[in-house]
């Protein structure tokens, strides 16, 4: 049985990676060692090339030697057509500030910059339903808690047959009940024993010659 692999690369990282000392993670193991009984033709992972800022300017660099890392796996596909748009608003301050405790008037707001991510979740179900017309694969499996997935998996369930397994990445985050609701199947999360065991060696080597693991990973 052939499965495509449908990867959202922040929700992965936001939910499993962030803040630990795990983010130099092989997704090619990761998905064998998650779905051992499948044949895993095709692994596309979709994320958003990060943006330089004051205080993290190496951010771009290390992403690009992660994606250099990704590479070596021969079945993995990038998208990273995605973008980060910056947006200044202005949000209640936290805790909430009512200035002379005038609290007929909303709360004090301080402005903020939004770094907002567009078009990973369009782009992952873009290609989930290409994929499934053109028939490149008997089962689809997605790792992403995001419910605006839900009508691109209900599609590939109910009007091409195929099966879905959703894999929510965040441990502490309850399944979407929406994706439940179209999936034909779940894995409530992923166990952090796996995401250590998963990971790149620290030295890899590739057509270019060889790289190493970003030092501040």
């Not at 499948?38 to 943006?51: G, L």
């Amino acid at each position: 049985m052939s499965a495509n692999i449908y990867i959202d690369g922040l929700n992965l990282y936001y939910g499993a990676l962030r803040n630990t000392q795990f983010k130099w993670l092989d997704i090619g193991a990761l998905c064998d060692k998650l779905l051992p009984g499948y044949d895993i033709h095709r692994i596309r992972y979709f994320t958003a090339r990060v943006v330089s800022l004051p205080h993290d300017q190496n951010a771009p660099t290390r992403q690009d030697i992660y994606f250099r890392a990704l590479r070596t796996i021969p079945n993995l596909i990038i998208h990273d057509e995605s973008r980060f748009a910056k947006r200044v608003t202005l949000l209640p301050q936290f805790p909430l500030a009512y200035i002379n405790n005038n609290y007929a008037k909303p709360p004090q707001a301080v402005q903020v910059q939004k770094l907002e991510e567009k078009r990973s979740d369009v782009n992952l179900a873009s290609w989930l339903l290409y994929d499934c017309f053109s028939n490149d694969c008997d089962d689809a499996v997605v790792i992403s808690n995001d419910s605006d997935l839900c009508q691109a998996v209900e599609i590939v369930t109910s009007k091409y047959g195929k099966k879905v397994l959703i894999i929510n990445p965040h441990p502490k985050r309850r399944q979407s009940r929406e994706l439940l609701k179209v999936a034909t199947s779940f894995m409530h999360t992923i166990n952090k024993k796996v995401i250590v065991a998963c990971q790149f060696p620290p030295t890899l080597t590739d057509v270019n010659g060889t790289f190493t693991k970003p030092p501040s990973w």
